[in-house]
């Protein structure tokens, strides 16, 4: 069955540490991931996909298929960039499986 | 454009009342999707529609939930009967069509229901 991890509910570091928010995924098929973002008080946002490899404030997502994980990066964390983080998985092209999310939490 | 709208924002009811969600996609948008957040949870599933169409409503309780979305107007989730475990919340997204280039989909703030 789809299904996406997130181990960590809460990750505290410091501004200027590096972060990095696990996910793995079971899926049979090729996967699509994404990493979505809720701010304080915002609606869930898209941070980034895996298809097109891009960065967004920073954030990197590399998809590992024999390790099936997604973990989300960043090499220097800013006081901005607290809020919650969800991996997702894209069933079928249609709904997507969330995880449970991991709460970031950037110390000035 | 205005986002994804959703209203109420709080729905308070009573057990064995009735609950309706509303959720305008974005414009130009024809695919909804319900999904529902319990306590210290993820999102979940739970039902897919087109324009007058429920595509896939595997995510959905069997009992008491429907949902649609009429030709005019807004996307509808109606749980009857609602018990405590009802209370969530219940977020609505859109995308233009089932498989977009990079198959976004755009959130609303969605509803949080208490239920007493």
């Known amino acids: 069955a789809q299904r996406v991890t997130q181990p960590e509910k809460l990750l505290s570091v410091f501004k200027g540490a590096p972060v990095e928010l696990k996910c793995n995924y079971s899926y049979s098929g090729s996967p699509e991931l994404f990493w979505y973002v809720q701010y304080s008080r915002q609606r869930l946002q898209l941070l980034l996909r895996h298809i097109s490899r891009e960065s967004i404030k920073g954030f990197t997502a590399d998809l590992n298929k024999g390790e099936t994980s997604f973990h989300l990066k960043k090499p220097f964390a800013q006081e901005e960039d607290s809020a919650m983080y969800y991996c997702?998985?894209?069933?079928?092209?249609?709904?997507?499986?969330f995880g449970p999310g991991t709460r970031l939490s950037v110390l000035p | 454009n205005a986002g994804v709208m959703q209203n109420p924002r709080h729905l308070v009811r009573r057990r064995g009342q009735e609950a309706r969600l509303r959720c305008s996609p974005m414009?130009?948008?024809?695919?909804v999707y319900w999904y529902r957040q319990l306590p210290e949870e993820g999102l979940k599933f739970m039902v897919y529609l087109q324009k007058e169409n429920i595509i896939d409503e595997s995510g959905m309780p069997k009992e008491r939930f429907s949902a649609e979305f009429p030709k005019e107007g807004p996307s509808i989730l109606r749980i009857q009967q609602v018990v405590r475990g009802d209370s969530a919340a219940y977020f609505c997204a859109s995308s233009p069509r089932d498989r977009t280039l990079y198959n976004e989909q755009f959130f609303g703030p969605g509803t949080r229901l208490t239920v007493l």
């Open positions: 997702a998985l894209l069933n079928y092209g249609q709904n997507f499986v």
């Open positions: 414009k130009g948008h024809s695919h």
